[in-house]
């Protein structure tokens, strides 16, 4: 496994929730909300993912029936563990967060869950490590479960935006200087393949709009913009510990950015992979 430096796994809790969540299902079209019983998050962050989903279990099945659902996630940073859990209001001894190397999970969480999860680790596995991550999910998997596999593309660039451009370039040269892969979703089927024997296999792409690339007219509002600049400022700590450039490019760059999605002028798409197998019964 990559022993570079370790992204913080809240770096992008601010697109789970705000973005991620209204554009992305909560699971692949093919998986009943209904046969869900145990669910694992691997690599979870502060697993607003989680939580979304035992809300959508519960409007389905109703409170009684939700009691029996089990949502867990797994993260390796103790920080984030803590905090993740703290955040937990309703589905409290429902929704668990456990401190644990998704690499190597404990034999406890072995052939245990109806629906294993990847989703959004680009920035954190090296291309060299997808392998071993899929076996641990299919490891944790029950036979007949779901496995699923969510990445993104990098937004495509645009013609009219130079600052653009050039932000995605850093944004993909610091991925793969800090040990992830930016570039996994053209290797995604193929690796997923080849990862375990499969009942079945489904797979999606879903395109999301960055920004606010639309029709309307008119400067986007201060809210919105207020959102935006967090977080793309919120990858200024990634940028500077990558070294793809200064502190006074990065602002400058960013101001440009902001400007153009301000007065709608930036056409971006941001393309997500998901591919889903269904682990086949002994």
Same mark, same amino acid.
């Given at each position: 496994m990559s022993s570079m430096p370790v992204l913080d796994a809240r770096l992008f809790a601010a697109f789970q %929730? =705000? @973005?991620?969540?209204?554009? +992305?299902? +909560?699971?692949? &079209?093919g998986v009943s909300l209904a046969r869900l019983g145990t669910v694992l998050d691997v690599g979870c962050g502060l697993?607003?993912?989680? /939580?979304?989903?035992?809300?959508?279990?519960?409007?389905? #099945?109703? /409170?009684?029936? #939700? /009691? =029996?659902? *089990? %949502?867990?996630?797994?993260?390796r940073d103790e920080a984030v563990v803590a905090q993740a859990n703290g955040q937990i209001?309703?589905?409290?001894?429902?929704?668990?967060?456990? &401190?644990a190397d998704m690499y190597y999970l404990p034999e406890m969480l072995h052939q245990r869950y109806d629906l294993v999860q990847a989703r959004f680790l680009s920035p954190y596995?090296?291309?060299?490590?997808?392998?071993?991550?899929?076996?641990? +999910? %299919?490891? #944790?998997? *029950?036979p007949g479960a779901w496995v699923v596999w969510i990445e993104p593309d990098l937004p495509t660039p645009a013609p009219a935006s130079p600052a653009w451009n050039r932000? +995605?370039?850093?944004?993909?040269?610091?991925? &793969?200087?800090l040990g992830g892969s930016p570039g996994i979703s053209a290797e995604m089927d193929t690796i997923f393949r080849s990862a375990g024997t499969w009942e079945r296999i =489904?797979? #999606?792409v879903i395109p999301i709009q960055p920004g606010f690339s639309s029709t309307m007219q008119g400067r986007v509002g201060d809210e919105q913009m207020r959102k935006l600049h967090r977080h793309l400022s919120a990858l200024h700590p990634v940028l500077l510990t990558a070294?793809?450039?200064? %502190?006074?490019? @990065?602002d400058e760059t960013l101001s440009q950015v902001l400007e153009a999605f301000a007065w709608r002028q930036l056409q971006s798409t941001w393309i997500w992979h998901t591919i889903c197998g269904r682990k086949k019964d002994l």
């Amino acid at each position: 496994m990559s022993s570079m430096p370790v992204l913080d796994a809240r770096l992008f809790a601010a697109f789970q %929730i =705000e @973005l991620l969540r209204a554009c +992305l299902p +909560l699971v692949p &079209q093919g998986v009943s909300l209904a046969r869900l019983g145990t669910v694992l998050d691997v690599g979870c962050g502060l697993h607003q993912w989680g /939580k979304d989903l035992f809300s959508a279990i519960t409007e389905q #099945a109703g /409170k009684d029936l #939700a /009691k =029996e659902v *089990r %949502i867990d996630g797994i993260e390796r940073d103790e920080a984030v563990v803590a905090q993740a859990n703290g955040q937990i209001r309703a589905g409290r001894g429902n929704i668990q967060v456990y &401190q644990a190397d998704m690499y190597y999970l404990p034999e406890m969480l072995h052939q245990r869950y109806d629906l294993v999860q990847a989703r959004f680790l680009s920035p954190y596995v090296s291309p060299s490590d997808w392998p071993i991550l899929l076996d641990q +999910l %299919i490891q #944790a998997a *029950r036979p007949g479960a779901w496995v699923v596999w969510i990445e993104p593309d990098l937004p495509t660039p645009a013609p009219a935006s130079p600052a653009w451009n050039r932000w +995605l370039g850093w944004i993909e040269q610091a991925v &793969q200087r800090l040990g992830g892969s930016p570039g996994i979703s053209a290797e995604m089927d193929t690796i997923f393949r080849s990862a375990g024997t499969w009942e079945r296999i =489904e797979s #999606a792409v879903i395109p999301i709009q960055p920004g606010f690339s639309s029709t309307m007219q008119g400067r986007v509002g201060d809210e919105q913009m207020r959102k935006l600049h967090r977080h793309l400022s919120a990858l200024h700590p990634v940028l500077l510990t990558a070294k793809v450039a200064s %502190i006074q490019q @990065l602002d400058e760059t960013l101001s440009q950015v902001l400007e153009a999605f301000a007065w709608r002028q930036l056409q971006s798409t941001w393309i997500w992979h998901t591919i889903c197998g269904r682990k086949k019964d002994l």
